[in-house]
């Protein structure tokens, strides 16, 4: 749980995950500046020299500032919601992990009032992201183009999305700290492993939960809600099934209690 004052703007970070041309990354950091943004993170990136430099312009400072990391787990702490970029619509490939989509306006209204740190995605040139990277995504936006080309260049992408965001305002609601958010999803993944959930299905049923709950963006006192709710229903199954009562038996300082 975020502590002390409440901090009430909305910070933007941009992680480009993997990038593998110079150009692109100086043109980020340009557009980037362009709409006054200058959180970048990056993600094993390809080497930064002269073409980074020249492509950024007059944002050498943006670049120079980037954050270099080895993980998506580096690129992301601190982050409130993660926030996946896509050009490929799962519409067209079937695939139900790039569902639901949205459009970079709909994600605007949502967070329109909101606080916290977003980061946002961006995948790598050749492959975007892997099936496991875009499972831990809070949400998927897409931009719409057209479907004879619906991949964009990277920095393009990355300045459309920025466009359509900028100007938003942190407000009065909170977003819960992303720590919590993937404290409740574990929550509700053991939920899962609990009520024998058809194994088959779970790594679906616990997508779409995450799915469900980042879009919501709930608030901190939301999520502790949640999660004590699905605590003391596991607490309650465990109870039912006698085995908490006999793990506790087990423990010689608890003995006293049960007899
Ligand atoms: C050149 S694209 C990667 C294309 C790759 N073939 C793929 O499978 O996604 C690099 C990144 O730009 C972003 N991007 C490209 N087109 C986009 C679009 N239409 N909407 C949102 N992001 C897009 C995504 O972050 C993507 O991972």
Redesign the pocket.
């Known amino acids: 749980m975020r502590s002390g004052l409440r901090n009430l703007s909305l910070n933007i970070r941009v992680v480009l995950v993997e990038p593998m041309y110079q150009g692109n990354v100086g043109s980020v950091a340009r557009a980037m500046k362009n709409f006054g943004y200058s959180d970048l993170v990056l993600m094993n990136p390809c080497e930064l020299e002269g073409q980074a430099r020249a492509m950024s312009s007059h944002a050498r400072d943006v670049l120079e500032g980037a954050r270099i990391v080895s993980t998506l787990e580096e690129a992301v702490k601190g982050a409130d919601l993660l926030i996946g970029?896509?050009?490929?619509s799962s519409l067209k490939t079937g695939e139900h992990i790039r569902l639901p989509l949205y459009t970079v306006k709909e994600v605007r209204e949502k967070l329109k009032g909101c606080s916290g740190t977003i980061a946002l995605?961006?995948?790598?040139?050749?492959?975007?992201?892997s099936n496991d990277e875009l499972k831990g995504f809070d949400m998927l936006?897409?931009?719409p183009?057209s479907e004879i080309y619906?991949?964009?260049?990277?920095s393009h992408?990355v300045a459309i999305?920025l466009y359509e965001l900028s100007g938003l305002e942190g407000g009065s609601n909170p977003l819960a700290d992303g720590f919590d958010l993937q404290l409740l999803y574990g929550h509700l993944d053991e939920l899962l492993e609990e009520i024998d959930y058809p194994a088959h299905k779970k790594d679906k049923t616990s997508l779409m939960l995450r799915r469900i709950l980042g879009r919501a963006g709930l608030t901190p006192r939301e999520v502790q809600t949640l999660r004590g709710i699905i605590r003391k229903s596991e607490r309650k199954m465990r109870l039912a099934s006698g085995v908490e009562t006999l793990q506790k038996i087990e423990d010689p300082g608890s003995i006293e209690k049960f007899i």
């Not at 619906?150 to 990277?154: H, S």
């Open positions: 970029t896509t050009g490929v995605l961006f995948g790598r040139e050749d492959n975007g992201f936006v897409t931009v183009t619906p991949i964009m260049n990277l992408a999305v």
